[in-house]
């Protein structure tokens, strides 16, 4: 019984391979663009060629296979998706060239907005009319549609999304058009936005409808020639793929929804994490993964990560706002312009860093491929925190002399700073930016750091991470091993999960009692249908949620709602839910003010049997004495450049304990460890960094 | 009081720098999640501010430019009617006037002094946080308050409100408050605003508390003294960028109301010794309708349109605010005197950034753009007998921008001040209507090397008697125009289609409306930039085969040469 997980990034794809005995081998193969299916094939044949004499490595054991994938992301990102019609309410051509309107920077009128996914030369307009209720003020002039049906089938399209105003409360004239589709071109596919996306608010509906369309013909081709080549190999099972919420679902389900698979990537990233703070027992875990671009930051409560109802696709640098919003259920990670590559530069006497990146090519000064604007690695380079002898394992030897010499000239002299105080600057000021993204995803929305442990990945997250958490008094910091494939290890600890959701607006009153029990009813029964097709036989957990607000505001919150009969009690209980999650977020609440609930939702989990799942992986140390050499490294917490101890984490067992000023190197990634702190490695393999307590700064205050 | 004895070292400037802008930013969010007002929750027509304890604007939140001018002066107003002796902890003052806030009664203003938390004493004072958010509706004759046509008086414009203690030890203080929710449409409306606009505060208290606190006062009053010389050297640096001389534009409103005059818009801007000049003087007078502007308003748009032509990057403060002045003749059009009405002054600031622009072209021609399409903001209102509730639906119509040095304008988005639109399905959900068309507008947009965006229509029927519209609108007389040879965009007009027939209404009419009666708003399109004769003709065939252009239309603005490779 085998399980194997694969993560197609940009760069790598990255392998994992559990045995019934639940220890995991972990590799990585460059990305394949073009065919990103061929790496991986190549990459298992080639395995279980190597192993044929272990049982393990017989194909025909492999019981699961489960794939996170960049496909859809980079289709929407590069514009390469299908040609798709899109089908409207006449009058309402140009919901998605008029989009929302608003400028995701006020100070900025050269701006752009995002390019819609259909050109306005293939939408087609149909002569139908629903009201806010569903109930028809025109009906569909079948005979204009089935010309339309007509026109859509000779006009060469991979795909046609159908969205008709007023959809999400009542499907009736979306389904004819698709019948009429069904006739005039049977094999096309259809999204309709009553299926994919039963939210009010026609613009985000659209697109979500019209992404879907959009990416649909080539994800469904990529899942099968991804099969076939896997049965090719002699694996049998069936292929479960992340969706953006952080769950598993079955080819057939990506297939009609594949819009939901975009972040598939990040957020089995996450659930790496989830799994990670159980091994140490935290069920509360803010997650920081920061790369070579970006930094990306997010939550896990009582085990679960925070889940939002929309995902903004193609932003321009990372503001919100600015790219194309899709209402699906993701995986909630406040992303910033904070990576190694990102630029430090001066600017009226002050450092600014990001969100301009050398990303990796040229890269950092450090990298000698040709980047001149210094970095955060090259400050942390500068700084002593990096061995220009073994970054990347020692894959890449780094240019120590040109990052200082950069760093001294373009930061140091302006300011009249000497290298060491410019290269802190701009490693502070990286910090100072990324705890107040911090602050905004755990205090901001009702989190208290003090009871999150830190969840450190990503090349430059653990370098970090600790004085991140002193900053927000979070009392611990783990580096999990195998942090390099994370998302490759979430997907092994993944369960399969079905959500769906739909617009029906609800005041909480005596009333509500029995439009709740309607809809819960509805959408319990549709998930469970779903379920069934999830591609596993376990128990099925609902979790209701809805979105919710005062009568009267625009903005709604994500309520997570208890189980239970719906019964007249219910609504009580749903009301005072809202009450505690607005108290929670935003410090108040207003007891003489109507509460309404406008979307809700059900997701459906299969429960995975988790014997045998915990994530064992092979142990390599021998004995040897981890602590490998010592330099020089800045720590102003200890009062300058002091002699520090570097280990070698791969050396580290559950025996050692190290108190800082240390450096603890691995392949991927160093972590750093503050004076006074203490580092050991877990029973799991993880290490842990217990922070000195007394050493952040104080957070008194608590929110009203 | 405080002089700059030793610099803050630029790593903690810095952070301290952000940090204090994050302030505002935190305060925003705040409001703005937790707001009622569609103006504030979509339009995000609110602002913050953070002032030393000297009464400084020390950071701004960026929401909307509309309070650029009023919010650096806001605290020194109101410590003039309640002295800074008698202000406590918990305390929060408001002011809705026109003048010495936001120009119009909707902008409430909420004042927070800020004390460190000292024992059984008062603490020590830190600053002060501020809010203003725009609210549905203040009273008045107008639903939405802001009509034009008929309002004669800032009397008729509902209640204003001098600065009082609102907020006394955190509790709102509930006979001011009979006394204002008594005057306005939706009570219950503004007091969820003015809940929200606490809180924002509220939030704004502790983040400032919490950075004295992790800075250390010297050291955070240091850097606010940094802060505002630096801010000020930079705006004025990147003013002297700019070429020296006076630079004139006239432009003009439609008119103040259905057969009145043009009011007209004349600026002259003077770039000198790293200093805008922004005189409106030569401008047309007050007039007897509810759109006024005080100078205030001028101030905030004359200011955010000189930030975007000299790229100053740094956020707004009373630093950087020195560096550019707006004056106008008092009793004009554009420094207008208490008790002219302003209720509708929302429809000029597009103007103010058009006629600015019309200036600056001439200095930086790679900057400017062709006119905006200009945009409506309706306020549609009455008693709906089948829900028995007061209703105000409050629109914003919102159309292209003009054509741009190197590219055409952007179709469809917010101008100037920024808006997201009100969904067409949350409306219908909110308000006895139906909305038949959303659309572009073939043939509207101006031609040029680089178009215009076009012209938006919008169809909305009454599904209630009794309604009251108040239209709010312009470019209905005169095109938006181009700029060095590209063509003005088509002119606008709101109809009225009553049982099938359609008639004009004004830009700016006030007009009872029946059971379905349709208003269908149809926006100018912008301005082109450069001459059409020059455009890619692989644009052209663009243009028509997405509809925007049809074939006559393309052929006669550029040529049939053009078209040939259509078909």
Known sequence: MTRISFDIGGTFTDFALQTADGSVTIWKVPTTPRAPAQAVVASLRQRFGDNRHDPAYDPASVEELLHATTIATNAILERKGARVALITTAGFRDVLLIGRQKRYDTNNLHLDKPRPLVPRRDVFEVDERLAADGSVVRALDEAAARQVARSVADGGYDAVAVVFLHAYADPVHERLMAALLAEAAPDLPVSLSSVISPKFREYERTNTTVANAYVAP??????????????????????????????????????????????????????????????????????????????????????????????????????????????????????????????????????????????????????????????????????????????????????????????????????????????????????ANMERAMRIVSIERGRDPRRYALVAFGGAGPLHACRLARALEIPRVIVPRGAGVGSALGLLVAERTFDVGLTRFVRMDAAAAGPIATIF???????????????????????????????????????????????????????????????????????????????????????????????????????????????????????????????????????????????????????????GDTVSLSAAGNLVIDLLPGQSESLAETTR | MSSVTQRVDPVTLTVIWSSLISVVDEMGGALKRTAFSEAVREGEDFSTGLFDRQGRLIAQGNFTPGHLGSMPYVLQNVMRF???????????????????????????????????????????????????????????????????????????????????????????????????????????????????????????????RRLYAAYGDNQVTQAIEEILERSEARARELIRRLPEGTYSYEDQLDDYGPGTEPIRVAVDVTLKDGEATVDFSRSGDEVPAGINCYINYTRAYASFAMRIFAGIDVPNNAGAERAIKTVAREGSFFNARYPAPGGGRASVQVRIFDAINGAMAQAIPERAMGAFTHWANPKFGGFDRATGKSWIMYDL??????????????????????????????????????????????????????????????????????????????????????????????????????????????????????????VSFRLAGAGGYGDPVRRDPAKVID?????FLSRGKAEAIHGAAALTGLD
């Not at chain 1, 598993?248 to 594949?258: E, G, I, K, M, T």
């Not at chain 2, 008729?156 to 907020?167: N, T």
Request: negative net charge; glycine residues 14%.
């Open chain 2, 543 to 547: 243009d028509v085969k997405d509809g």
């Open chain 2, 82 to 208: 309640i002295p800074l002796e008698s202000w406590e902890p918990g305390d929060a003052i408001a002011t809705n006037d026109a003048f010495l806030g936001g120009g119009h009664f909707p902008d409430m203003f909420l004042v927070s002094p800020v004390f460190d938390q000292g024992g059984f004493e008062k603490g020590r004072l830190l600053g002060f946080v501020v809010n203003t958010a725009h609210h549905a509706d203040v009273g008045g004759v107008s639903p939405g308050s802001e009509g034009v046509q008929g309002v004669t008086s800032a009397f008729m414009e509902g209640i204003r409100i001098l600065p009082v203690k609102l907020i006394r030890n955190d509790v709102f203080d509930p006979d001011l408050m009979r006394v204002i929710l008594g005057n306005v449409r939706l009570p219950e409306k503004m007091r969820g605003d003015l809940l929200a606009q606490r809180n924002a505060n509220f939030v704004g208290a502790q983040r400032l």
């Open chain 1, 521 to 675: 009813a509805d959408l319990e029964a549709r998930v469970r249908e779903a379920a069934s097709h999830l591609g596993s036989s376990g128990a099925v957990r609902l979790q209701r949620s809805a979105s919710m607000r005062y009568v009267g505001q625009g903005h709604e919150l994500r309520v997570l709602l208890p189980d239970g009969s719906t019964d007249a009690a219910y609504a009580e209980q749903v009301l005072q839910a809202f009450t505690a999650t607005y108290q929670r977020e935003f410090g108040y609440s207003d007891p003489d003010a109507p509460v309404e609930a406008t979307d809700w939702y059900v997701v459906a989990t299969v429960a995975g049997d988790r014997r045998g799942r915990d994530l064992r992986l092979d142990s390599t140390a021998t004995g040897r004495d981890p602590v490998v050499g010592e330099r020089p490294v800045y720590m102003p917490e200890a009062g300058g450049l002091v002699p520090c101890r570097i280990l070698d984490r791969y050396a580290l067992t559950s025996e050692h304990r190290f108190v800082g000023p240390v450096l603890v190197e691995e392949r991927e990634c160093t972590t750093v460890v503050l004076p």
């Open chain 1, 218 to 431: 080539l994800v469904g081709t990529y899942v099968d020639a991804l099969t076939t080549s896997l049965r090719d190999l002699g694996i049998g099972s069936d292929l479960s793929i992340m969706q953006s919420n952080g769950g598993l679902a079955s080819p057939d389900l990506v297939r009609a929804y594949p819009v939901r698979i975009i972040e598939s990537g990040p957020a089995a990233g996450v659930m790496f994490c989830a799994e990670v703070g159980r091994e140490e027992g935290y069920d509360h875990v803010m997650t920081f993964d920061m790369g070579g671009t970006t930094a990306k930051l997010g939550a896990i409560d009582d085990g679960s990560p925070a889940v939002t109802p929309t995902f903004e696709v193609d932003a321009v640098n990372y503001r919100k706002g600015s790219g194309l919003p899709l209402n699906i259920m993701a995986v909630e990670l406040l992303e910033i312009g904070a990576g190694g590559g990102s630029i430090a530069r001066t600017r009226m006497g002050l450092i600014q860093v990001g969100p301009d990146s050398a990303g990796a090519e040229p890269g950092p000064i450090c990298y000698g491929h040709g980047g001149t604007e210094p970095t955060i690695t090259d400050a942390n380079l500068t700084l002593g925190y990096l061995n220009p002898a073994y970054f990347n394992g020692g894959a890449m030897q780094l240019d120590a002399a040109g990052a200082a010499a950069g760093i001294e000239t373009q930061i140091g002299q302006p300011l009249g700073l000497d290298r060491l105080q410019a290269a802190w600057g701009i490693h502070s000021v990286a910090n």
């Open chain 2, 397 to 518: 119509v919102l159309g292209g921008f003009g054509g741009r040095s190197y590219k055409d304008g952007v179709e469809a988005m917010c101008p100037v001040f920024n808006c997201a639109n009100v969904p067409v399905e949350v409306h219908e959900t909110n308000n006895p209507v139906r909305i038949h068309r959303l659309e572009l507008i073939q043939d509207s947009s101006g031609g040029g090397e680089h178009r215009g965006g076009s012209g938006i229509r919008k169809d909305v029927e009454m599904l209630a008697d009794d309604v009251t519209v108040t239209l709010l609108g312009d470019r209905h007389l005169n095109s938006p125009y181009g700029l060095f040879g590209g063509l003005p965009g088509a002119r606008g007009r709101t109809v009225l289609i009553r049982d099938g027939e359609e008639s004009d209404l004004g830009s700016k009419e006030v007009r009872k409306l029946r059971r379905g009666d349709v």
